[in-house]
């Protein structure tokens, strides 16, 4: 029933800014945990920024000063804005989400199913 579902990649040039959303539907009772991560043809998968209430924030080393992740609750939304892109943030950008749903007791890792961001002249 629960559901993540990502949008806002698409082609930019280098310098350019993105913001991404990853917006969760259903019934959920309250959501712990959001995360963005990425994946490029060939490489693994590399976090890219997690936030865990309001304060406990972590951003991957290549994205420190150029990307912001935030989220609201409301909308049970998360949101990464991408600023100073660079060639090599091209990937498929996934959404992660750690979650109880109302029909569950424990919390529960729900993954979207990527947006492409491809920086480019």
């Known amino acids: 029933q629960v559901q993540l579902v990502e949008s806002g990649g698409g082609l930019v040039q280098p310098g350019g800014s993105l913001r991404l959303s990853c917006a969760a539907s259903?019934?959920?009772?309250?959501?712990?945990?959001w995360g963005w991560y990425r994946q490029a043809p060939g490489k693994e998968r590399e976090l890219v920024a997690t936030?865990?209430?309001?304060?406990?924030?972590n951003y991957g080393d290549s994205v420190k000063g150029r990307f912001t992740i935030s989220r609201d609750d409301a909308e049970k939304t998360v949101y990464l804005q991408m600023n100073s892109l660079k060639p090599e943030d091209t990937a498929v950008y996934y959404c992660?989400?750690?979650?109880?749903?109302?029909?569950?007791?424990?919390?529960?890792?729900?993954w979207g199913r990527g947006t492409q961001v491809t920086v480019s002249s």
């Open positions: 936030i865990r209430g309001s304060d406990t924030i």
């Open positions: 259903g019934s959920i009772w309250s959501i712990t945990a």
């Open positions: 992660k989400s750690d979650l109880t749903p109302r029909t569950g007791w424990h919390p529960t890792t729900y």
